[in-house]
């Protein structure tokens, strides 16, 4: 697997990136962000003729800036959407000891293009909600992109 795009979760020690929640951190169901997100999104996705599935259980939440993570997931999102056509499109979770992702396999060939101007935006808000961002190829050739994020900031 290569590695096209990459952030690194933050490296920062306790006292300078706390994850207590403080008022700009609430409660965030995964799943209904995505659905909110979706809606807007569902536009975009007709004149490209996708379709996109929201394949992330109910059950998983996390307490973050709301505005930050919708952002990041908006422009990723859109970014996939912009890059398919006549695709069925599935936003994914897979939640490990230490990590959640949140995935689009097979997210396009020429998906950095789209993501290119916005990048360094995208990777600061990442950080900011103690996330990463990886582009990765796969043995067919395949680009997946991800949003790891901590799951230290898990919600129950």
Same mark, same amino acid.
């Given at each position: 697997?290569? @590695?096209?795009?990459? *952030?690194? %979760?933050? @490296?920062?020690?306790?006292?300078?990136?706390?994850?207590?929640?403080?008022?700009?951190?609430? +409660?965030?169901?995964?799943? $209904?962000?995505?659905?909110? #997100?979706?809606?807007?999104?569902?536009?975009?996705?007709?004149?490209?003729?996708?379709?996109?599935? $929201?394949?992330?259980?109910?059950? /998983?939440?996390?307490?973050?800036?709301?505005?930050? #993570? !919708? &952002?990041?997931?908006?422009?990723?999102?859109?970014?996939?959407?912009?890059? +398919? =056509?006549?695709?069925?499109? &599935?936003?994914? @979770?897979?939640?490990?000891?230490?990590? *959640?992702?949140?995935?689009? +396999?097979?997210?396009? @060939? &020429?998906? &950095?293009?789209?993501?290119?101007?916005?990048?360094? +935006?995208?990777?600061? !808000?990442?950080? =900011? /909600?103690?996330?990463?961002?990886?582009?990765?190829?796969?043995? $067919?050739?395949?680009?997946?992109?991800?949003?790891?994020?901590?799951?230290?900031? %898990?919600?129950?």
């Amino acid at each position: 697997m290569k @590695t096209i795009l990459s *952030t690194s %979760l933050p @490296t920062a020690g306790p006292s300078l990136f706390s994850f207590e929640p403080s008022h700009s951190r609430i +409660k965030v169901s995964l799943h $209904n962000l995505v659905d909110q #997100l979706l809606i807007g999104l569902q536009p975009l996705a007709m004149r490209r003729d996708n379709v996109v599935v $929201n394949g992330i259980p109910e059950g /998983i939440c996390f307490l973050a800036e709301e505005h930050l #993570l !919708a &952002y990041v997931l908006w422009n990723l999102m859109s970014a996939v959407i912009n890059s +398919k =056509q006549n695709e069925c499109i &599935y936003v994914q @979770t897979l939640v490990d000891d230490e990590r *959640t992702f949140v995935g689009v +396999k097979d997210a396009g @060939t &020429y998906l &950095y293009r789209s993501l290119a101007p916005e990048f360094r +935006k995208l990777q600061h !808000a990442a950080e =900011q /909600i103690g996330a990463s961002i990886d582009l990765h190829n796969d043995h $067919n050739g395949n680009a997946n992109i991800v949003l790891a994020m901590s799951n230290r900031r %898990l919600a129950v």
